[in-house]
């Protein structure tokens, strides 16, 4: 029998330098660990175990062996290039290919003819491109592709769904994360043709190519962009190069650059200064679509929208019991198709967002609208100031200042006009970078306007499943940063996570209610 066995929680800590928390989802939740195993290993009393998906390396080999062996003490391979193991009546054996570096001689052609039916196999869902398609689309493929399937139609094989760059399209996320890479590759590139040592430079680009891992390029089975702390590591590498780059090149102060980052055809302001960088999104609502801490090469702001998937009708019809939730081996259960549900009622906390997550979005709400119906996506949004359009009319030193002349629901069905003006100030300092934001409303017509304004933040300081290394301060109470918590009033909101080394400080003049919860996706 053979089983995943990836290194173990110390070992991620040890070696790869992942905090506790991380290190324990990646090594017990996304992977199997080598004391797992072994239990597995122990209980199934194999003709021999064989431990793959793992590092067969000098370092860690024994440490994985070691773990394995605490509940397991029968034959055991750890798996490697070109092993082989010879499996009859005799017993098993384990032998090593010896193959020559030769190439082998082509084989001569072929007659064409008709393909072999027999020879099909299924083709996983990823293959498929089935994870790629837009929501709406993605059903519609998976009934024809099944329907295809189940008739034996020849056709099914040809079927492939989307293509990879389409989560570009699907995710904002992935699309930033993307350019940023290459927007980090432009600048290893310049720094290189200015006669930056090559000693300095193999180091930048070592973090550039860790920037570049595929995982969270993608959405899949096994999550891609949706892992947090898979989403912040391949971002800490890209705030490490892009960072060392800037240094190369001089960078002392706060530098304002108008470009499309995100390549869709309208310019953004990226801001770059020693102790940070944010990108903000004019044509959207004037959000902060990034905004990188590069003294501890953090991505405050790396959080994913709220989105339909097409796998949520799957969590529905669980919950409902449209669908009979089946464990791993019972039968032969691809684990594509596998349906389980470890939270029931789950799918009553599938809320959407209606606008991208990005940070300082002005929303103007009902008198009376509560946090609840805040989180849960259900409030009525008043004003157009979210996604709507606001134009640069400052951009020099450090300060951006962006405004919007749009419009407000009353009660009678009217619009009544406002405007709302917001002012960035960036602070150059590089260990305690500083962002102010001021937010001005002003009613520019006659109507009196009551309603509720509210500034959103979406910050991730790596605080789900009850992370002690992250936490809040508010009104001198501490609490975990995951929690939901609501104040009336308040002029200081503190939130950080020791074991990244960074704190948020907010200030918010005058006073203010302050409501915070997980963004659960």
């Given at each position: 029998?053979?089983?995943?066995?990836?290194?173990?929680?110390?070992?991620?800590?040890?070696?790869?330098?992942?905090?506790?928390?991380?290190?324990?989802?990646?090594?017990?939740?996304?992977?199997?660990?080598?004391?797992?195993?072994?239990?597995?290993?122990?209980?199934?009393?194999?003709?021999?175990?064989?431990?793959?998906?793992?590092?067969?390396?000098?370092?860690?080999?024994?440490?994985?062996?070691?773990?394995?062996?605490?509940?397991?003490?029968?034959?055991?391979?750890?798996?490697?290039?070109?092993?082989?193991?010879?499996?009859?009546?005799?017993?098993?054996?384990?032998?090593?290919?010896?193959?020559?570096?030769?190439?082998?001689?082509?084989?001569?052609?072929?007659?064409?003819?008709?393909?072999?039916?027999?020879?099909?196999?299924?083709?996983?869902?990823?293959?498929?491109?089935?994870?790629?398609?837009?929501?709406?689309?993605?059903?519609?493929?998976?009934?024809?592709?099944?329907?295809?399937?189940?008739?034996?139609?020849?056709?099914?094989?040809?079927?492939?769904?989307?293509?990879?760059?389409?989560?570009?399209?699907?995710?904002?996320?992935?699309?930033?994360?993307?350019?940023?890479?290459?927007?980090?590759?432009?600048?290893?590139?310049?720094?290189?043709?200015?006669?930056?040592?090559?000693?300095?430079?193999?180091?930048?680009?070592?973090?550039?190519?860790?920037?570049?891992?595929?995982?969270?390029?993608?959405?899949?089975?096994?999550?891609?962009?949706?892992?947090?702390?898979?989403?912040?590591?391949?971002?800490?590498?890209?705030?490490?190069?892009?960072?060392?780059?800037?240094?190369?090149?001089?960078?002392?102060?706060?530098?304002?650059?108008?470009?499309?980052?995100?390549?869709?055809?309208?310019?953004e302001l990226l801001v770059s200064a020693p102790g940070q960088v944010v990108a903000l999104k004019p044509n959207e609502g004037g959000g902060i679509g990034s905004w990188d801490a590069r003294a501890s090469r953090h991505a405050l702001t790396s959080v994913m929208r709220r989105r339909e998937e097409a796998y949520h009708d799957t969590l529905r019809e669980a919950d409902s019991g449209e669908v009979e939730q089946q464990e791993a081996g019972e039968g032969a259960v691809s684990i594509h198709d596998l349906v389980k549900v470890n939270e029931p009622g789950i799918s009553q906390r599938l809320w959407y967002d209606a606008y991208e997550r990005r940070s300082g979005l002005v929303h103007i709400m009902p008198v009376g609208t509560t946090a609840e119906a805040f989180e849960q996506a259900s409030f009525e949004e008043l004003g157009d100031f979210v996604a709507g359009e606001f134009e640069v009319t400052q951009a020099e030193g450090d300060t951006v200042v962006l405004e919007r002349d749009g419009g407000v629901l009353q009660p009678n069905g009217s619009r009544a006009p406002l405007r709302v003006r917001k002012e960035h100030v960036f602070g150059s300092d590089r260990r305690v970078p500083t962002l102010d934001l001021g937010v001005t409303v002003t009613n520019t017509g006659d109507q009196p306007v009551e309603a509720l304004l509210g500034v959103e933040f979406s910050l991730n300081m790596l605080g789900g499943g009850g992370n002690p290394s992250a936490w809040y301060k508010v009104n001198g109470e501490t609490g975990g940063f995951d929690q939901r918590k609501i104040v009336d009033s308040t002029d200081h909101v503190a939130l950080g996570n020791d074991y990244i080394g960074i704190e948020l400080e907010s200030r918010p003049t005058p006073v203010a209610a302050a409501w915070w919860w997980s963004i659960e996706t």
């Open positions: 029998i053979r089983d995943r066995c990836y290194l173990s929680v110390q070992q991620f800590i040890d070696l790869k330098h992942y905090d506790p928390e991380r290190a324990r989802i990646v090594a017990t939740k996304v992977h199997t660990p080598p004391q797992a195993c072994g239990k597995i290993f122990a209980k199934l009393e194999p003709g021999i175990a064989v431990a793959y998906h793992t590092f067969n390396d000098f370092n860690v080999a024994p440490g994985i062996i070691a773990g394995i062996r605490e509940s397991y003490d029968g034959p055991l391979t750890l798996a490697d290039d070109m092993l082989v193991w010879n499996i009859n009546e005799k017993g098993i054996r384990v032998r090593r290919v010896i193959a020559t570096d030769e190439p082998l001689p082509a084989s001569p052609p072929q007659p064409a003819g008709p393909p072999d039916r027999s020879e099909r196999t299924a083709r996983s869902k990823w293959l498929d491109g089935e994870w790629s398609l837009p929501v709406q689309a993605r059903r519609e493929f998976v009934s024809l592709h099944h329907a295809a399937v189940e008739r034996g139609a020849p056709e099914a094989r040809w079927m492939r769904g989307g293509f990879w760059r389409q989560f570009q399209v699907n995710y904002r996320e992935i699309n930033d994360l993307h350019k940023q890479m290459l927007r980090t590759s432009r600048a290893v590139e310049a720094a290189a043709d200015g006669g930056l040592d090559e000693a300095a430079l193999a180091g930048i680009r070592d973090h550039l190519y860790q920037g570049q891992s595929n995982d969270c390029y993608w959405h899949g089975l096994f999550g891609g962009i949706y892992i947090s702390h898979m989403r912040l590591a391949t971002l800490e590498h890209l705030i490490a190069a892009e960072d060392a780059a800037d240094r190369a090149g001089g960078l002392s102060d706060v530098r304002i650059q108008t470009a499309d980052l995100d390549v869709d055809g309208f310019d």
